[in-house]
């Protein structure tokens, strides 16, 4: 049997400094002997710690705290210039971006407009995007949202047409980007970046089996299993617009990127067509929606009308959520996306009861709790968490304290 190799005093070191970095950025300021107390290590080593840490430019001083028993403390944190990273949201309209520090503090957002752009120029757009957002030079990492998904056999986009994605159907593109602005680019589907954001932040937190479903203009979905998200082999897991629905068109009778299937049945487009046929009317589905739980919420006929249409949709949504929950058996299904926050606890019900109708399985069906844009701050989760995983511990990964 292999023998273990006994850890070398520079590894221990590691997993140490690693320690307590991860206590100050969980804990905030703190003070040397609450440092050794948190992560097991004698004062003379947790004083080595800091010194080197220091050195190093990972944590500075954050004053003196007064008023405790024995000798006054010098507090100490994370250092917020260590490093910084990016989120971006990519939509055919504009660019998102947002820049943080390494804390996780945000330090710039910009909104960039990009209507009508072209090929060719993509590294330019994402860079002022993050020029506006007051990206430093040292900006370490990049993760982008967008509405598609990297084949990771081919490294181009896919699910995703020219019209939804101007100029991001290049060879290479992660490579493109990343070599175009100077630093460490990933490119992410949006709605598993809502999933990211919705398992740290929202409701999906604690849940190691969930289904999250977006729906408005267009639909899409994400599958975290174990605690990991899914991405498929070609990266199109939860690509669900395209899935074969009942009473739908069909790819081959539509064209592979036409509106059919789960689209066809309750996208954007047939929300409004299915609302305008009960007398309810909008200039988005989300809106329509809207007016149609307000229209619900009263008396006579177009309430009922109202309530009928609300129906009609969630009996639709219910199809393919029965196709997925069938073969992922999920704990909970999350539901987000401006059709389905619009329609909020109303819609909600009406979905849950039609899906529970359908199937074995009957998981709880839960809106989504995460505010803001789910994007940008999954994105921001993921280059965070990489980011730190380099700073804290350019030797070993992530492992508990070794006491002194």
């Known amino acids: 049997m292999t023998q273990p190799t006994p850890g070398t005093p520079s590894l221990l070191r590691a997993i140490n400094d690693r320690a307590a970095l991860q ?87 910009h909104r960039l407009p990009t209507p009508g752009r072209s090929a060719g120029d993509v590294v330019e757009r ?72 919705e398992q740290a932040h929202g409701v999906a937190h604690g849940h190691q089996d969930f289904v999250l479903l977006w729906a408005d203009e267009g639909l899409g979905s994400a599958l975290v299993l174990g605690g990991r998200l899914h991405r498929g082999a070609t990266g199109g897991a939860g690509e669900v617009g395209y899935m074969p629905a009942p009473g739908a068109p069909t790819a081959r009778e539509a064209g592979r ?66 196709s997925i929950t069938s073969v992922v058996d999920p704990e909970i299904i999350v539901l987000t996306g401006g059709t389905l926050l619009a329609g909020g606890e109303t819609l909600r019900e009406l979905v849950e009861h039609e899906l529970h109708a359908l199937t074995i399985p009957r998981p709880p069906l839960l809106l989504s709790t995460v505010e803001g844009n789910p994007v940008l701050a999954g994105a921001l989760d993921l280059a965070l968490a990489a980011t730190r995983d380099e700073v804290f511990s350019s030797t070993v990964p992530s492992c508990p304290p070794v006491p002194s």
């Not at 200039?283 to 149609?292: E, L, W």
């Not at 177009?302 to 639709?316: F, S, T």
Request: avoid cysteine; glycine fraction near 12%.
């Open 126 to 197: 994402v860079r002022a995007a993050l020029e506006g957002a007051g990206a430093p030079a040292d900006l370490r990492r990049a993760v982008i949202g967008v509405q598609g998904a990297i084949d990771p056999g081919t490294g181009k986009l896919g699910y995703a047409t020219s019209k939804d994605m101007p100029g991001w159907h290049i060879p290479d593109l992660v490579p493109t980007l990343s070599r175009g602005l100077g630093l460490q680019v990933a490119v992410e589907n949006n709605v598993n970046l809502v999933a990211q954001a």
């Open 257 to 322: 990127y036409a509106n059919h299937g789960y689209q066809a049945l309750t996208g954007g487009p047939a929300v409004l067509k299915i609302l305008r046929s009960y007398g309810v009317r909008g200039t988005a589905p989300a809106q329509a929606v809207r007016n149609a739980v307000q229209t619900s919420q009263t008396t006579g006929k177009r309430a009922d009308d109202a309530r009928a249409g609300l129906r009609d949709i969630a009996a639709r949504l219910a199809i393919g959520l029965a």
């Open 23 to 109: 206590a100050l950025l969980e804990r905030g300021p703190l003070t040397r002997p609450e440092i050794g107390a948190l992560t097991g290590l004698s004062k003379p080593t947790a004083s080595q710690l800091l010194a080197r840490l220091q050195e190093a430019g990972l944590v500075v001083l954050n004053g003196i705290r007064e008023g405790l028993p024995g000798r006054t403390a010098e507090v100490y944190r994370l250092n917020p210039a260590a490093a910084h990273v990016a989120a971006l949201d990519v939509t055919p309209a504009h660019i998102d971006a947002r820049v943080a520090d390494i804390t996780g503090a945000v330090i710039g957002e």
